[in-house]
């Protein structure tokens, strides 16, 4: 079974500055993916980025990029250029990759990020 | 619409009454899940389909939950003498493949028990 754990439950950033949550993981898979979801007031869940583990570079979408450690199996998401509209909750999850196996999501428990102007 | 639909949005029940939350999803979708989210967590798997055959119901708490997906599109997932303790949000998610890692959630049913 994987298990994934987000340890920080709260965290404030100002407009425009730069900030990184934390996720690590546990599995002995070796093929998965790494997502991290937005949940924003409204409550949808919004996925913000994604990262195959055989790749070695980081993905990047706009302002979102991560830091994967495979090894360590940490996935955390770096925000740069903070807006007020970021603020929300995020979760880190995870999806064994394997065929027709089922591709469930494993979700931490998220940490929730307010953006301050 | 072109999204996942839930029906209803909100649901407020007795203890002990049974209730049937409804998910529609994306046309063609071929993979279906369900999801638990309580207040302040992360959701939490419950069961999913690959057409109308469910194929990993080890989410479900206890038997009182249940799933159907009869003609491999619409789903629906009934919890029968409720308890409080099932207040959450139920989230149903879709995907277009049996590989595909991307699931499109819809927007909740949020079920309180009183």
């Known amino acids: 079974a994987q298990t994934v754990t987000q340890s920080q439950p709260e965290m404030s950033v100002q407009e425009a500055e730069t900030v990184t949550l934390s996720c690590t993981y546990d599995t002995s898979e070796n093929n998965y993916y790494l997502f991290w979801y937005k949940q924003p007031p409204s409550r949808q869940m919004i996925l913000v980025i994604r990262q195959e583990a055989y790749k070695q570079q980081n993905a990047t979408e706009n302002r979102f990029s991560v830091n994967f450690q495979k090894a360590a199996k940490s996935f955390s998401l770096k925000i740069s250029d903070s807006q007020l509209g970021d603020t929300a909750m995020y979760f880190c999850?995870?999806?064994?990759?394997?065929?027709?196996?089922?591709?469930?999501?494993?979700f931490g428990g998220g940490t929730r990020l307010m953006v301050k102007p | 619409g072109a999204g996942v639909s839930q029906s209803p949005r909100y649901k407020v029940t007795k203890r002990g009454q049974d209730v049937a939350l409804r998910c529609d999803p994306i046309s063609g979708h071929v993979s279906l899940y369900w999801y638990r989210q309580a207040l302040g967590q992360g959701p939490e798997f419950l069961t999913y389909f690959n057409y109308e055959a469910q194929q990993d119901k080890s989410g479900l708490p206890n038997d009182r939950f249940s799933a159907e997906r009869p003609e491999g599109s619409i789903s629906t997932l009934t919890i029968q003498r409720t308890e409080q303790r099932d207040s959450a949000m139920y989230r149903c998610?879709?995907?277009?493949?049996?590989?595909?890692?991307?699931?499109?959630f819809g927007p909740g049913t949020r079920l309180t028990v009183t």
């Open positions: 999850a995870f999806m064994k990759h394997e065929w027709n196996a089922g591709n469930m999501l494993t």
């Open positions: 998610a879709s995907s277009s493949g049996l590989t595909s890692y991307e699931q499109y």
